[in-house]
């Protein structure tokens, strides 16, 4: 029990920076703007497909990882 609370910081710190990386690849052509709600409309919604879908669904489970991995190092280190 005493490994996976040690390396369980490690594993959220590895999560995070693949959170992070997939975020910023799907960050693809968008403005300044877009980033405060000034998009002039040119971000329309259309259907993922190939390698964009897939990063998007890697993204969804990386996070999902991330915050098991941070509820389950809160429960073993609160104890």
Known sequence: MEALVSALPYAIIALALLLIIGIVLQQRGSSLGGAFG?????????????????????????????????????LLTSS
């Open 38 to 74: 000034g998009d002039n409309f040119a971000s329309t919604f259309y259907k993922r497909r190939g390698a964009e879908k897939f990063l998007f669904n890697a993204t969804v489970v990386v996070a999902i990882l991330l915050v098991l991995a941070a509820a389950t190092n809160f």
